[in-house]
Structure formats: C-alpha cells, structure tokens
C-alpha cells in the first residue's frame, strides 16, 4: 500500500476510534467492541515488532476511558515514514 494511502486510513481509522465520544453511555461498550479491531489492524498495517508493540498500545489507548483522542494510528505512520526514514 502507498504511504500516503496508508496516512489516510490511518486518519480515518483514528477518527472511527473517537466516533465513541458522540454517543454517551453508549461509548464505552463501542471502545471495548473497537479495542481488539484497532489492535489487529494496527499489527496488520505494520509488520514485525514496532507493529506488534503499536497493535498493543492502540488496544489500551481505546479501552481506557478519555484516550480516544489519541491519534495512535497516525502517530504509527509517522514513526514509520517519517522518523524511521530519517535513521535509514
């Protein structure tokens, strides 16, 4: 996939995870529905170890309450295409 295709899925991604902020007493089940998806895509989107660590930390970002601002998906792509690249 495209890097830049691979930004925006990840934006859209991060905004589903916050769709749970606009349905009260509702979205805490959506949070707990979405956390197991989110950390699978994540390690899906990314491969070998970062993607496994991301996949686990986009799981504990959206089952705890108040962090579904965190845009974890995009922060991924950006260590990935953006500090990363620069190492290399």
Do not use: Q, R
Not at 26 to 48: L, Q, R
Not at 54 to 77: C, K, N, Q, R, Y
């Amino acid at each position: 996939m495209n890097k830049y295709k691979k930004l925006v899925l990840s934006i859209v991604l991060d905004l589903i995870g916050c769709v749970s902020y606009f349905f009260p007493g509702v979205g805490e089940f959506i949070d707990v529905v979405w956390a197991p998806i989110s950390g699978w895509i994540m390690t899906k989107m990314y491969k070998g170890k970062p993607g496994k660590i991301a996949g686990v930390v986009s799981f504990v970002e959206e089952v705890l309450p108040g962090t579904d601002i965190i845009p974890t998906f995009t922060i991924m792509w950006f260590y990935t295409y953006v500090f990363e690249d620069k190492k290399k």
